[in-house]
């Protein structure tokens, strides 16, 4: 790890990190998510909404790729250079946030799935679970400690084995469909109006934010791309593909069960849908196809987690003690940050009611400020015409995508309940020591005014939010 060579990722180990940061618990919930919310018709609006905005978001991330070379980490360094060090931190604290949420409930649905054959693991947030977990957790952190480049390959097997049981499911699915069942749950309910429907897609747009996050896995990982133009290609490539494998697992499954029966089905539902089609076998080999997929996906989020510490903290912008690396060139210290706070995460879903689906939501509401904040550079950058003096048609189609790419992060943010962002204002208003201690150690100045009225507002909402729960106002 050491030397500029061993380092550096072709461009389908790029493309291996964003379908494996994808396709990893999300995909295998599709149907009982989907079908709690929407039929069919609803679904087909939701993915073409979610499809369209995030190919503008992939587009961006692509634009920005080439025309800022030397921005690494994506996510963070965008928000950054484009507003500020608060809101570039604040970035990285959700991004950060989110993959260690996504953790969770990697963790969460392999022990549930586990349940299925061995009732001690229950739901996945029973004691039993929680123990094996934090093994399993703590044995990856040191396979990690060995390389970033040892785990990336490793990554890269388990994303093309990973397929395989999701292809095949899709086979199976199509082969039993049935147009009369799908035709039943076709408007999702008895009542067909435009309320109605666009009730329904609301109701799905966060869970559609959980499995394309992942998204930025190239971008984030730029810094070891032996080309900075397959950063954006990787991108592209890897979205295209997972939104065929989203949408083919979603729509499909209304022609198997009817919604009722699709909400009923406990996680990993794909199990339940396929065993409906032949039989208890295919509850196992679902199962086994998310063992595989989980790991990968955990594998990803954990490389990207660790790395948007480190590069934050190299960037000034997190406290210097996250940029230290051991001898294999691993951010190690950020990594024992990211899984304690996974471990501490692990403890508290043994009081949460149904910690799957929390942590899926939380996940996606984490991620929506970093995206909203890459999408309003994309705009910024075009508008002003930094690095498109010679080029004003490129300029033009870049805005565009971007200007999309906002009003659809804006609409999910939108989209996503009070909750749901109360939550996260708890941890972005306490996370902010983070930024405190690292402006402090540096000798410079903590906020600016409208950094200190960003912050109020946040601190409020964690206050809020933790008075809700203590109250029983919010449910978790």
């Known amino acids: 790890m050491n030397s500029t060579v061993q380092q550096k990722f072709s461009i389908w180990t790029l493309t291996a990190m964003v379908v494996g940061s994808m396709v990893g618990a999300g995909i295998f919930s599709l149907p009982q998510a989907f079908g709690r919310e929407t039929g069919p018709f609803g679904a087909m609006i939701a993915w073409a909404i979610a499809g369209v905005g995030m190919l503008m978001l992939a587009f961006v991330f692509q634009t920005l790729s080439v025309r800022k070379p030397d921005l690494d980490a994506g996510v963070y360094a965008y928000a950054k250079a484009g507003f500020g060090n608060y809101l570039g931190f604040l970035s990285a604290l959700g991004y950060w946030s989110a993959a260690v949420l996504g953790n969770v409930s990697y963790f969460v649905l392999i022990k549930s799935t586990l349940g299925l054959f061995f009732p001690v693991f229950g739901d996945g947030n029973t004691i039993t679970a929680i123990v094996i977990s934090s093994m399993l957790l703590w044995i990856v952190h040191s396979l990690i400690l060995r390389g970033v480049k040892e785990a990336a390959a490793i990554n890269t097997i388990v994303t093309y084995a990973k397929i395989i049981p999701i292809f095949l499911f899709i086979i199976f699915v199509i082969y039993g469909f049935s147009a009369d069942v799908f035709t039943a749950n076709f408007w999702g309910g008895e009542e067909v109006s435009v309320g109605s429907i666009a009730s329904q897609v609301r109701g799905t747009m966060l869970v559609t934010v959980f499995v394309f996050v992942g998204i930025e896995g190239a971008s984030v990982y730029s810094r070891y791309a032996r ?230 507002v946040a601190a409020l909402g964690a206050v809020a939010a933790i008075y809700g729960i203590l109250a029983g106002a919010i449910a978790v």
């Open 227 to 456: 080309n900075r133009g397959d950063v954006g290609v990787a991108t592209l490539l890897g979205f295209i593909g997972v939104l065929c494998l989203l949408v083919l697992v979603t729509i499909p499954s209304y022609g198997i069960m009817l919604r009722p029966e699709l909400t009923a089905l406990r996680n990993p539902s794909m199990a339940g849908v396929l065993e409906a089609v032949v039989g208890p076998w295919g509850a196992k080999f679902v199962s086994f196809g998310l063992l595989i997929s989980v790991a990968g996906a955990y594998l990803s989020w954990v490389l990207l987690a660790a790395e948007i510490l480190f590069t934050a903290s190299h960037h000034q912008t997190m406290p210097r003690f996250l940029a230290y690396k051991n001898k294999h060139g691993v951010p190690s210290r950020a990594l024992w940050l990211t899984n304690t706070v996974v471990q501490v995460f692990l403890v508290l879903t043994l009081f949460a009611q149904q910690a799957f689906r929390l942590a899926l939501e939380l996940t996606s509401s984490m991620i929506l400020i970093p995206y909203l904040l890459v999408a309003a550079y994309g705009v910024k950058l075009a508008w002003g015409g930094e690095s498109y003096e010679n080029d004003p048609v490129a300029r033009r189609v870049d805005f565009a995508r971007a200007a999309i790419a906002l009003i659809y992060t804006a609409g999910l943010i939108y989209a996503a309940s009070a909750k749901h962002l109360l939550l996260s204002a708890v941890i972005y208003g306490p996370g902010t020591i983070l930024f405190v201690m690292a402006r402090k150690e540096r000798g410079q100045r903590v906020f600016t005014p409208a950094e200190m009225g960003m912050f109020v």
